[in-house]
């Protein structure tokens, strides 16, 4: 009997890159986000893939903000550590400032989390900003989508850290993390309008400096201003020095609290949300890009007073100029 012709030989299809996303491949899962984050067509069958599978097997989307300094990066690595050593799998988001001049960005909330590279259950991805009002890309929220729908336990958005203005974490997350500091004026910040509201669970980091117990204190205070109910969260409020993991576990036993405040209702109203900023986010991109590429002869009409400002936009949103 002659050997078989190897030429004859038939090949089996190579796996497709969503079936691939789908068996929890970390290599497609990366290939996933790079497509998302890049806003091409072929991110959206896997992000419709991740969806499906993270309605079955949601997990728990926590945001994490507060002004830059306050130790986000190293608070963020200290719950790396303390989540794994309960066996929960961990994706991180890390979302860093773009230059508004070269467009570019230093991505480098990696450095701290280098640690836990060689890890599986540990997944660490940095998007620049892009100018994104709120410190968030305007495809954050499909890069959550596919890390949820990647079956990890914990995902964790860290924000850049803009201050009071930074709010839109609380749209893009099922909880927010906020991280203050003593004796560095945070505290007074936080009761400005806006960053107070988001807060579901607060961290004073850098606790072993002079002021921390004060500033406690007058985070409590600034709770009882506000209207409130017998419903009303109180977002508890936890000292920590993540450079040495302390108060880390009681933050991840305050979200779990939150988590079961909000109930089922609670996390679909969020969820909801989420989906809701999502859309809106992708709107005001393609708008922008729009409004880019637009002849520069409309606006030199404008600052001519040949036009009103209304009717221009009106014309970017699809009118016509009168």
């Known amino acids: 009997m002659s050997a078989p012709d190897p030429r004859?030989?038939?090949?089996?299809?190579?796996?497709?890159?969503?079936?691939?996303?789908?068996?929890?491949?970390?290599?497609?899962?990366?290939?996933?986000?790079?497509?998302?984050?890049?806003?091409?067509?072929?991110?959206?069958?896997?992000?419709?893939?991740?969806?499906?599978?993270?309605?079955?097997?949601?997990?728990?989307?926590?945001?994490?903000?507060?002004?830059?300094?306050?130790?986000?990066?190293?608070?963020?690595?200290?719950?790396?550590?303390?989540?794994?050593?309960?066996?929960?799998?961990?994706?991180?988001?890390?979302?860093?400032?773009?230059?508004?001049?070269?467009?570019?960005?230093?991505?480098?909330?990696?450095?701290?989390?280098?640690?836990?590279?060689?890890?599986?259950?540990?997944?660490?991805?940095?998007?620049?900003?892009?100018?994104?009002?709120?410190?968030?890309?305007?495809?954050?929220?499909?890069?959550?989508?596919?890390?949820?729908?990647?079956?990890?336990?914990?995902?964790?958005?860290?924000?850049?850290?803009?201050?009071?203005?930074?709010?839109?974490?609380?749209?893009?997350?099922?909880?927010?993390?906020?991280?203050?500091?003593?004796a560095g004026g945070d505290g007074v910040q936080a009761f400005k309008a806006g960053i107070m509201e988001i807060a579901d669970v607060i961290a004073v980091n850098k606790a072993d400096l002079p002021g921390a117990d004060r500033t406690v204190r007058e985070l409590v205070a600034a709770q009882g201003l506000g209207a409130h109910d017998e419903h009303t969260w109180f977002a508890p409020i936890h000292k920590t020095v993540a450079g040495e993991g302390q108060g880390i576990a009681e933050l991840v036993t305050a979200v779990s609290a939150h988590r079961a405040h909000l109930g089922a209702a609670g996390l679909t109203e969020r969820r909801t949300r989420r989906a809701e900023f999502e859309v809106r986010s992708l709107v005001q991109e393609r708008l922008l890009r729009r409004a880019r590429a637009t002849s520069a002869d409309l606006y030199a009409r404008v600052a001519r007073g040949e036009l009103d400002a209304d009717a221009a936009a009106d014309a970017l949103l699809g009118g016509e100029l009168t």
């Not at 290939?31 to 599978?53: F, M, N, S, Y």
């Not at 508004?100 to 259950?121: C, F, N, Q, T």
């Not at 892009?130 to 968030?136: P, Q």
Request: charged content about 20%; overall charge positive.
């Open 8 to 182: 004859a030989t038939v090949h089996a299809p190579s796996p497709s890159l969503e079936s691939r996303f789908r068996s929890g491949d970390l290599r497609a899962l990366s290939r996933a986000v790079t497509l998302a984050e890049a806003g091409l067509p072929a991110a959206r069958p896997l992000l419709r893939a991740a969806r499906e599978q993270a309605a079955h097997k949601p997990g728990i989307v926590l945001g994490i903000t507060g002004s830059p300094g306050s130790g986000k990066s190293t608070l963020t690595d200290a719950l790396i550590s303390h989540l794994r050593g309960l066996g929960q799998r961990v994706a991180v988001v890390a979302v860093d400032p773009s230059s508004p001049y070269s467009g570019g960005a230093i991505l480098g909330d990696r450095i701290r989390m280098l640690r836990h590279h060689a890890d599986e259950g540990v997944f660490v991805r940095s998007l620049a900003s892009r100018g994104a009002l709120g410190g968030l890309s305007a495809r954050t929220m499909q890069v959550l989508a596919l890390l949820e729908g990647a079956g990890f336990d914990w995902v964790i958005l860290e924000t850049v850290g803009v201050g009071q203005s930074e709010v839109d974490v609380a749209s893009a997350c099922d909880h927010t993390l906020l991280v203050l500091t003593p």
